[in-house]
């Protein structure tokens, strides 16, 4: 983006700098616009120029207005979406057309979010004109390189591990031979496991009740958002995982025998879990309607055959809010964090073995569960502790009996 002055406009999101024309040092105004896209991203790019293009204000907010609704792609997008309709044309399988491919097969289309992040801001710059078949090592290891420089081992592992899904795909559907090399990943420690002390789980299920903390003075604004509630409560009291909750259905809740069905899980394959009364009670408060999703969204779209519901996808800032406001540490992830608590907590407890504590999580394999085995493991030497303590004590309240 540039760094001149920005001079904006009575358009809203419409603003223009003082450039030259090209080729020439005369005064010419460059148009740009600022928005945000209907998946929420902020985007910031050149509408035009005013001579060459004969851009004005009011154009620019018309392109502006057509790119918020979705009827226009942002610039990069738009680009992309050549490239790969040139490729088509010539019959190559480049990463662009394999990206639109991938998606078009796995998603409907509408590609996952941070993956179409990673795609636009990393693979396609770099790749977006090339077959996998003509990369080598050092393409790899130069993009990897340039990544490890700015952003997390986290984000390397998942940017490289899409260009590899990407090549896995194009060998797989017979569009494109995979290179002569395997795309490596670094190694990730994704152990990460958060919990709650007493106090922090006090604070927070004061807050979500709605009332005021009595450790702080300036707690004013005790108003929770329902939602966001009902769906902490139930990652605490359940340990679903984010994507279960939001796609949770009234028909997946069995009241009578006491299950809920976990459909699609991360694991893939479909589970039950056990309602608990706090879960139970949880969900009898909900409200119903028509929609099917526990958690329904706010986007309804209406169709001749009846309407197409959706359900909540983003509650981001109203977690937030109950974060701070029960000063709960700054890296602590709302739901996912959750999760970790009621699974620490029962592993802990040193009533619940790992195999049940495995189905309880919906993991796949045992080994997800062992992150936790050193908190059962606390609490069985914890108790081997006490036994040892009743031996030693034994001989003196033999003797103080003998006494007696």
Known sequence: ?????????????????????????????????????????????????????????????????????????????????IRAKKAAAAGKWTFDRLWTEYNEQRRGGKPDPTDKSNYMNHISPLFG?????????????????????????????????????LINFAAKKHLSPAPAFKVELPQVDNLKTEDLNPEQLTRLLTVLRGERLADDPHDADTTVDPDARDIMLLALCTGMRRGEIFKLTWDAVD????????????????????????????????????????????????????????PRT?????????????????????????????????????????????????HKSPLMTQRYAHLRDDTLRRAAEIAGRIIEQAPEEKAEATNK
């Open 129 to 165: 004109e090339k077959e996998p078949a003509v990369l080598v090592p050092l393409d790899v290891d130069r993009l990897r390189v340039k990544l490890e420089k700015t952003f997390t081992p986290g984000t390397v592992a998942k940017v490289l591990g899409l260009l590899r899904r």
């Open 314 to 362: 983003e509650v981001k800032r109203a977690l937030e809010k109950i974060r701070k406001r029960a000063k709960l540490p700054k890296g602590f992830r709302p739901l996912h964090g959750l999760r970790h608590h009621f699974a620490s907590a029962l592993a802990s407890s040193g009533e619940v073995d790992l195999y049940t504590l495995q189905r309880l999580l919906t």
């Open 255 to 310: 009241f009578r025998r006491g299950f809920i069905a976990i459909r699609s899980p991360k694991g893939g394959k479909d589970q039950t879990i056990p309602l608990s009364g706090s879960a139970r009670q949880v969900l009898e408060g909900r409200p119903r309607t028509d929609n099917p999703y526990v958690f329904p969204g706010r986007n309804i779209k209406k169709r001749k055959d009846g309407p197409l519901y959706h």
């Open 1 to 81: 983006m540039p760094t001149m002055k920005r001079h904006w406009t009575d358009y809203p999101g419409v603003y223009f700098i003082e450039g030259t024309q090209i080729g020439t040092e005369k005064p010419e105004r460059i148009y740009y616009v600022k928005y945000r896209t209907p998946e929420g991203k902020v985007v910031e790019e050149k509408a035009g120029r005013a001579i060459r293009d004969r851009m004005t204000a009011a154009k620019a907010a018309a392109i502006r207005g057509e790119r918020i609704s979705g009827k226009a792609l942002p610039n990069v997008e738009r680009r992309e979406a």
